[in-house]
């Protein structure tokens, strides 16, 4: 048995705490003269990183901030009150009409059906926009051609960055009455042509198609930026204990992209309440046979001002959406953050 009463253990054992007790106080040293020297106010690193945000924050002021003082229309009653004066002057002058110009959104019989409709396709969305972009994530991290990946990568992008108009144009060579490729098809097999534009039981799935076909290739990226980010030895370790590559995408990178899937899932609860009015109003070809299946909030918005053109009304159903988007992303936020601190983004 070792005796821990004897001089030598006692005489080593203080001369660590010594040691200890002058690494401390070298530590205060140190953070008092770092308090001590005053930072210089600017620097060359300072400025060139100013001139690099410089044009960013040009274009936010200019399109994002100078327009917000739109959002007082949703509380007027916008008129060119004096010729000749600027929007701001009018707008100011204008008569205010409290909440009047919201009425129109809860007037309307179909105000139910149409929020029904619309959070229907978004909850559709936001769990097909994030379990499909993950899988192929998932994927392209398997594959070792990094021209071959590039290749993938890119066409898979490339969706993302085309307006709906052109992407109507592409479906209706697919869905025409006349010389649609599916109806072609339907005629080489002897089958009765379908007038897919009046036949509205098909394009709830071809809406939910197309969303996550035109989207995924936005998420893939941003799921596989967070793989590539992942130690390499970690999958090391996992093949030295036999784990396959179904496990180590279960056990590793799954758990380790958490963060990021929850941050998307936030973001996305924010368009809980809006809808792409390209996807259900330009790619179906603004079809009345279609408004079953199509008249989401933005479009019900559009028609309605259409029918009443007033663009104070347009203002209060815009700024309506902002601010239940911000609210849904801040209660989401908290809850996630109450079950997970780590994973919340604010």
Request: overall charge positive; some cysteine.
């Amino acid at each position: 048995m070792p005796c821990y009463n004897n001089s030598k253990a006692i005489n080593r054992y203080s001369t660590v705490l010594d040691n200890t007790d002058l690494l401390k106080q070298k530590e205060v040293l140190m953070s008092k003269k770092s308090k001590g020297v005053k930072k210089k106010r600017w620097t060359r690193d300072d400025t060139q990183l100013a001139l690099l945000a410089l044009p960013t924050t040009i274009w936010y002021v200019c399109f994002c901030f100078l327009p917000m003082f739109g959002v007082l229309m949703a509380f007027k009653n916008y008129r060119i009150v004096e010729a000749g004066r600027s929007f701001f002057y009018n707008l100011l002058h204008s008569e205010t009409t409290g909440f009047k110009n919201f009425e129109f959104l809860f007037s309307s019989g179909s105000g139910t059906r149409v929020l029904k409709l619309t959070l229907t396709y978004n909850i559709a969305f936001i769990i097909l926009g994030i379990v499909v972009p993950v899988i192929l994530s998932l994927m392209m991290s398997q594959l070792h051609g990094k021209r071959y990946g590039k290749t993938c990568q890119t066409l898979m992008f490339l969706p993302y960055f085309m307006s709906w108009v052109i992407v109507g144009y592409f479906v209706y060579a697919f869905l025409s009455p006349d010389k649609g490729l599916f109806n072609t098809i339907l005629t080489m097999l002897n089958k009765d042509t379908v007038n897919w534009y009046r036949e509205p039981e098909y394009w709830p799935y071809f809406l939910v198609f197309l969303n996550v076909w035109k989207g995924m290739g936005y998420g893939m990226v941003v799921y596989l930026a967070s793989i590539t980010g992942i130690d390499t030895s970690l999958y090391e370790a996992a093949m030295m204990d036999g784990a396959t590559k179904f496990q180590q995408a279960v056990k590793i990178t799954l758990p380790l992209m958490k963060s990021v899937i929850i941050m998307m899932f936030i973001l996305s609860i924010g368009g809980l309440v809006r809808s792409d009015f390209g996807l259900f109003y330009q790619v179906p070809k603004a079809s009345n046979s279609l408004y079953t299946v199509t008249e989401t909030i933005d479009v019900f918005i559009y028609k309605m001002i259409k029918e009443q053109p007033n663009p104070n009304m347009g203002s209060a159903a815009s700024f309506l959406q902002s601010v239940v988007s911000c609210a849904l992303i801040l209660i989401t936020n908290r809850i996630v953050k109450w079950m997970d601190k780590d994973s919340a983004i604010i």
